[in-house]
């Protein structure tokens, strides 16, 4: 679904229907071997191996790019670029908006067709968080942006200003000079000197235990 309109696509006919989304009326056709895809004013069409750029809401053709005469993926636009892959193995990324090549690498497998009637399931590429997945045969193949995502900025935490408050300042100086200027300063005892100890002649011995039989016989395990 796309700009208010539902592009079916069955896979029966080489004619898909479009709908109008709110009312449900049939509003048009279009040609497309693949489920189409969208981006800005264009809308993107793989028909008879070639991948063509339509402008909406008019039917008129923006540009259109052949390849190796192979393509057979459904396409999908990820930041711009229109990616699309070929029986070849070849994998081609396009300039959405002109159909200029940008860049195109092999996966090392054929890619296939979508087959939404025979298939066990409906293969196509997935696109998230800065990385392309290609399904090419017995592989998987994931790709990952070069540029990097920028860092996001901590959340500043506001310091909240300290509090004031007059009345329950004490109005007291802490130091009271009408007090401490006629006063002496008190002077601290001097410690009386202790003698030192003198050993007595004979250490007084202390008193051995009385042993006490045990109770219950111990073993040692």
């Known amino acids: 679904m796309y700009g208010g309109r539902l592009y079916m696509h069955e896979g029966l006919t080489s004619t898909e229907t479009i709908l109008d989304a709110t009312t449900g009326a049939e509003v048009g056709t279009y040609a497309s071997d693949t ?21 909406l809401p008019g039917p008129g053709i923006a540009w259109t790019f052949a390849g190796d005469g ?78 990097p995502f920028p860092t ?15 009345v329950n300042q004490s109005s007291v100086n802490p130091i009271d000079s009408s007090r401490t200027s006629n006063q002496s300063p008190s002077l601290s005892p001097s410690p009386t000197p202790m003698g030192t100890p003198i050993p007595s002649s004979a250490p007084t011995g202390s008193a051995s235990p009385t042993p006490t039989a045990p109770s219950s016989p111990c073993r040692v395990l």
């Open 152 to 166: 996001p900025s901590p959340t500043p935490i506001v310091t909240p200003p300290s509090r004031s408050d007059p």
């Open 35 to 55: 489920p189409p895809a969208f981006a800005g004013n264009l809308i993107y069409f793989l028909r008879a191996n070639t991948l063509e750029a339509h402008n």
């Open 70 to 147: 192979g393509l057979v993926t459904a396409p999908v636009i990820v930041n711009g670029v229109v990616y699309i892959g070929s029986s070849s193995g070849t994998l081609y990324g396009l300039s959405a908006a002109t159909g200029t090549l940008r860049w195109s690498g092999n996966v090392g497998a054929a890619m296939s067709r979508p087959d939404p009637m025979f298939a066990d399931a409906l293969t196509g590429f997935g696109a998230a968080e800065g990385t392309l997945v290609v399904p090419a045969g017995a592989r998987l193949v994931a790709y990952v942006s070069a540029t």
